[in-house]
């Protein structure tokens, strides 16, 4: 009898271990500006390569950037946890959305804060960024594009939306939009020339944007 129920409580774990999360997904824009040192005109210079929510999603996804981004099943996105009632919530994430078909492509990295929360006592929830985890080492297509462990950002800014309801909190975000800085190390291929190089730098006032009605999807 003790074994029949060590049995069945280690069912119960197995089960409520693999139970879906829940995850608001809000599309996001991005500018990433990264100053590295170059040689131009054979000195050593300081230069400024910016990177946008295109370029972003090419290297999650492995591709040369420059490729065409098909805004119907790819899109750069926030996916945001419902932290309100939870304990241990798992982290919301910077990904690789397809909105056709509600999945996941590619998790870019997480974000080290409980940023779907109330801050205060009133009748609207805001949702907070903080620093993010370092971005997940790319395998879809290493060879070509990915982002390295080493990439790390810092974002600071918040937005806000209807949250009455703390079982149903689905707000449509708005607000400022949050700054980005850190350091990324990035292997990225130009779309023309087709070799893949080692890029890194400092990426100093960047920036993400985004809101709206958020989409569901569970993973």
Request: glycine letters at 10%; hydrophobic letters at 40%; charged letters at 15%.
């Amino acid at each position: 009898m003790k074994r029949t129920l060590l049995s069945l409580a280690s069912l119960i774990l197995t089960v409520s271990a693999a139970q879906a999360v829940d995850f608001f997904v809000y599309k996001v824009t991005a500018k990433l500006p990264v100053l590295t040192v170059a040689q131009v005109g054979g000195v050593d210079k300081i230069v400024t390569r910016t990177f946008v929510a295109d370029d972003l999603i090419n290297i999650a996804l492995g591709r040369p950037l420059g490729t065409k981004v098909n805004s119907s099943t790819e899109m750069l996105a926030v996916a945001g946890v419902d932290e309100l009632d939870s304990v241990n919530p798992p982290a919301s994430k910077l990904i690789v959305f397809n909105p056709s078909t509600k999945k996941n492509l590619a998790t870019i990295t997480t974000v080290s804060s409980l940023n779907m929360k109330y801050v205060s006592n009133s009748p609207r929830g805001s949702a907070t960024a903080a620093t993010t985890q370092p971005f997940v080492e790319s395998t879809v297509n290493p060879t070509v594009a990915k982002f390295f462990a080493g990439t790390s950002l810092f974002l600071a800014g918040s937005g806000k939306g209807p949250g009455a309801d703390p079982f149903d909190f689905r707000p449509p975000v708005t607000g400022g939009t949050t700054m980005l800085n850190g350091r990324v190390k990035l292997l990225i291929t130009e779309k023309t020339g087709g070799t893949a190089t080692v890029f890194e730098g400092l990426v100093v006032k960047g920036s993400m944007s985004g809101g709206g009605a958020p989409l569901l999807f569970s993973e």
